[in-house]
């Protein structure tokens, strides 16, 4: 029991979150209106993914100097459940994207760029189903997954900062600042990051575990 | 190395590019500015999957290990690329050449033009380079290529068509020399991933 006491902190935090996420004051600017609540849901789950990519990516590293298939099966299952918390994360954007920016796709390339890394990271799942040899899949997918991560964090991470955006923190709009976040905000939005995150986690190991079990069926 | 020994490879690549540009030809005759530079980019981008895709996939095994006792992995990777940007940028002035002879030509400035298509094939050689590394280990999968190559190129070719664009008409764009930055840097990194790895692919 003492070692899942951040489960039961993961379901405490994020039901506060989701409760006060929608009940808490906050200031109403604009065009955004009630949809900044979209933070707390929105933000959290890009956190979670770059988690998740970066544990999988790390994990790929490391299976190509020590080649041990457990490696393997972390680094795969951490990219998946990268993958679903990225596509939540398209979800939530695009859902605020259609009631502050007036569409759901409009042409941001933040919103376009990701996209695009998502398709990468989805490409990653599929050749990893098109190799029949566990132990070439595991090596050939390792080095795949190390170029996605290569590519995914100029494309999310420093193009968009680069040229104009509609999201904050691009060239010519202000970026995300703890100073002028409002405060009862920012007592939502920091248990958003660590629930949603130890969620995360929570789900990536079971996946390790279930993929753990299938490496044990096939040895034996 | 794979197109001098098979001439029919080299020829055939030549007669794609030919062909795709007469069809687009027939379809709309002389394009404007905007919509022959798409369509440039888009054949070039045909013509480095077809190009560069075959530099393992035909290969045959036999050949390939006895490349592997030759030499280390790293200098048949280099050996590669570099063969490969030599293969696109000649591909890249044929599919000029053949885009201004059937499409008309709306270039104004000439060699920033060239300079920037140049940088594109570079770019894109590289890219499929490594690609078709990949793919021709998993089972030597045509599809795996487009799978995982179009996602990747889809920024690279946006960039290249935004820098490409200054060449036509004399327009303001703010962040060009970042742009080109963006490129280099881009080729740098792929350059330097391929040759860490490559010897983890070759290890069959």
């Known amino acids: 029991m003492a070692k899942h006491w951040w489960k039961a902190l993961a379901v405490i935090i994020l039901v506060y979150v989701i409760i006060a996420g929608f009940t808490v004051e906050i200031p109403i600017i604009g065009t955004n209106g009630q949809s900044s609540r979209g933070l707390f849901f929105h933000v959290p789950m890009w956190i979670c993914m770059y988690t998740m990519f970066t544990i999988s990516v790390i994990n790929s590293v490391l299976y190509l100097s020590k080649y041990d298939l457990r490696r393997d099966a972390y680094a795969s299952s951490a990219a998946s459940v990268g993958v679903f918390y990225g596509i939540l994360g398209f979800a939530t954007g695009t859902l605020w994207a259609t009631y502050t920016w007036g569409g759901s796709f409009t042409r941001d390339p933040k919103q376009m760029l990701t996209a695009v890394a998502l398709m990468i990271y989805m490409a990653y799942l599929v050749l990893r189903l098109s190799i029949p040899d566990i132990d070439k899949r595991a090596r050939i997918s390792a080095v795949f997954n190390i170029f996605a991560f290569a590519l995914l964090i100029p494309l999310t991470y420093i193009i968009p900062r680069m040229v104009d955006s509609l999201h904050p923190g691009s060239a010519t709009t202000p970026g995300f600042a703890s100073s002028d976040t409002d405060n009862h905000m920012k007592w939502v939005l920091y248990p958003a990051f660590i629930g949603w995150t130890l969620l995360s986690v929570w789900i990536y190991t079971l996946l390790v575990r279930y993929k753990k079990l299938e490496l044990k069926n096939i040895f034996k | ?204």
């Open chain 2, 1 to 204: 190395m794979l197109e001098l020994r098979q001439k029919y490879a080299f020829y055939g690549i030549l007669l794609y590019i030919i062909s795709t540009v007469f069809v687009i030809n027939l379809m709309i005759d002389k394009p404007e500015e905007k919509i022959w530079n798409a369509l440039f980019w888009v054949v070039q981008l045909f013509v480095a999957v077809n190009a560069i895709a075959k530099s393992f996939v035909q290969e045959n095994r036999g050949r390939l290990l006895y490349f592997y006792s030759l030499v280390h992995p790293r200098s048949f990777i280099a050996a590669k690329l570099i063969y490969n940007i030599i293969l696109m940028s000649v591909m890249t002035l044929i599919t000029m050449g053949c885009c201004m002879m059937f499409l008309g030509n709306p270039v104004t400035s000439f060699w920033y033009f060239l300079g920037v298509i140049l940088l594109g094939g570079i770019s894109l050689s590289l890219l499929f380079t490594m690609l078709a590394a990949i793919a021709a280990q998993a089972n030597q999968n045509a599809a795996l290529m487009a799978i995982m190559g179009f996602p990747i190129m889809l920024p690279l070719l946006m960039l290249l068509s935004n820098i490409a664009k200054s060449s036509f008409i004399t327009v303001y764009q703010p962040g060009l020399p970042k742009m080109f930055l963006m490129m280099g840097s881009m080729d740098v990194l792929i350059i330097a991933l391929s040759l860490v790895l490559f010897p983890f692919l070759w290890k069959d």
